[in-house]
């Protein structure tokens, strides 16, 4: 308040310190320009070669800095989005709300983005209210400003810091050096406001200090708690997109563990609680999530379909048993147990279509691993998506769900040569031919067919 009072008075610039950031030299923060693709640095130098400002921004700059290899090169300009477009042939515009650039240099793309302005935070620019929801979410965010003004909108102190590879300089408005040497992970501006404009900040700023090693501030962490519940309020598209970055990010069972403690996963992953209090199931989430970590460790592609199969199936099982236990048919009924549990987690995260379809098939496929005799085997071995369904199997295995002379059973099959896998078929079940050859004489006697036609 008295800083408001004072800044009216003396006019904003004098006091606002934002305005002169601190130009931060080789020689202090250490980053090599040879550390930015090569892809990015050309970008930055056709944008200055044009008269225009451009740096390296946000989450490379960070990670450098932390000693950890970027995902991705991003670039801030104050070039428009048409205006760097055309400094790049193969370039194009995406987005509607807020358009930013892709340019393609080689193999890569670099997403360059226009300086961002304010958006009337706190009133301060004319109350722009129009621009936020009833819970104070920003709707809109597609003003352009100065460089100061971008920076003031990022969300953490050590994602808003620029770099010029021209002049290896870092442009720090928000102290995000010192905060990243301190191991601090900071808001930028007043946290409850932050989080109000957009919640997904929450969910960004558990990823991020687990995936850089950083301490949240503690006046970032301790409005969380009570602020959780403003995640509800977010598109389920986007709660998606940002729960598999953090799944996928290296640290996802630090990032599981961490939601839970903030009180975070109602809003992403409603089941969690009794899924982690099923007798096996924290065993499993834990296996699961620590192979995760390993994959990406390796460099291995993660799958999405697995990931989230491997989250939610204690709750499949948990609905499923006691159907089953009622004397329902246990295929059907495992298939109306994965409808449910899916139906459950829609609510708040938006899984795509496609990525529930593989999550449905790595479950429909475990029942079936039981099944070791004669062409069943076989089937299931030609399933799209055996292997997965395999690696699942492995996991029940390992988290002491299903037996390991089933798991090893599997393993020894899918290696095994032509001969040998059809001496390692098991016997059909005793009873198991004559219920067969029932049901098939049910079924023609049904449609008025022989049951012997054909055989
Ligand atoms: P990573 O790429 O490792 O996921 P990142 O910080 O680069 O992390 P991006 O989503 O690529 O994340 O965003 C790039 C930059 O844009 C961030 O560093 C930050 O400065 C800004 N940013 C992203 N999301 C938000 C947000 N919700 N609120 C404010 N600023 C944001
Ligand atoms: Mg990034």
Redesign the pocket.
């Known amino acids: 308040m008295i800083r408001k009072f004072i800044s009216r008075v003396l006019g904003r610039k004098g006091s606002d310190k934002r305005d002169e950031p601190a130009l931060i030299a080789v020689d202090q923060h250490g980053l090599q320009r040879e550390q930015i693709s090569r892809g990015c640095r050309q970008t930055v130098e056709d944008l200055q070669q044009n008269g225009y400002q451009a740096y390296i921004?946000?989450?490379?700059v960070?990670?450098l800095l932390a000693g950890l290899t970027?995902?991705?090169f991003?670039v801030a300009t104050n070039a428009t989005p048409e205006q760097v477009r055309r400094c790049f042939r193969r370039s194009r515009i995406i987005g509607r709300r807020f358009q930013i650039v892709h340019v393609n240099m080689g193999a890569e793309t670099i997403e360059v983005t226009t300086f961002r302005g304010h958006h009337g935070e706190d009133g301060a620019h004319g109350g722009n209210t129009a621009q936020t929801d009833a819970q104070g979410r920003l709707l809109r965010d597609n003003v352009f400003g100065s460089q100061s003004e971008d920076a003031a909108?990022?969300?953490?102190t050590v994602?808003?810091l620029y770099y010029d590879p021209s002049s290896e300089t870092i442009i720090d408005y928000h102290h995000g050096v010192a905060d990243l040497q301190q191991k601090t992970l900071r808001m930028i501006g007043d946290p409850k406001t932050?989080y109000r404009e957009?919640p997904?900040?929450m969910l960004?700023a558990v990823?991020?200090a687990a995936?850089i090693g950083l301490a949240i501030d503690p006046a970032a962490r301790r409005p969380i708690r009570e602020m959780a519940d403003l995640l509800d309020n977010v598109p389920p598209s986007r709660l998606f997109d940002e729960m598999l970055?953090l799944l996928t990010?290296g640290h996802a069972l630090r990032c599981v563990t961490r939601l839970r403690e903030e009180g975070l996963h109602n809003g992403v992953l409603p089941m969690l609680d009794v899924i982690l209090e099923q007798p096996r199931g924290e065993r499993f989430v834990v296996l699961a999530l620590e192979a995760t970590d390993r994959r990406v460790e390796e460099g291995k592609p993660i799958s999405p379909g697995f990931l989230f199969a491997t989250l939610l199936w204690h709750q499949v099982l948990a609905t499923w048993e006691p159907l089953k236990n009622g004397g329902e048919p246990a295929i059907p009924s495992l298939f109306l147990a994965m409808d449910k549990v899916l139906h459950v987690q829609a609510e708040k995260l938006a899984i795509t279509r496609r990525i529930a379809g593989d999550i449905k098939d790595i479950w429909a496929l475990q029942p079936r691993f039981e099944q070791r005799s004669g062409k069943r085997a076989y089937g299931v071995l030609q399933q799209l998506r055996f292997k997965a369904g395999y690696d699942f199997l492995l996991l029940r295995v390992e988290s002491g769900e299903v037996e390991q002379e089933i798991g090893d059973w599997w393993t020894e099959f899918l290696h095994a040569s032509d001969e040998a896998r059809a001496a390692m078929l098991l016997p059909a079940a005793p009873g198991m031919a004559k219920k067969r050859r029932r049901r098939r004489r049910r079924a023609s006697e049904d449609t008025g067919q022989n049951p012997n036609a054909g055989e």
Do not use: I
Not at 153 to 156: H, L
């Open positions: 921004v946000g989450g490379a960070r990670d970027p995902k991705d991003d909108r990022r969300d953490f994602n808003a932050r957009d997904v900040r960004r990823r991020l995936k970055k990010c």
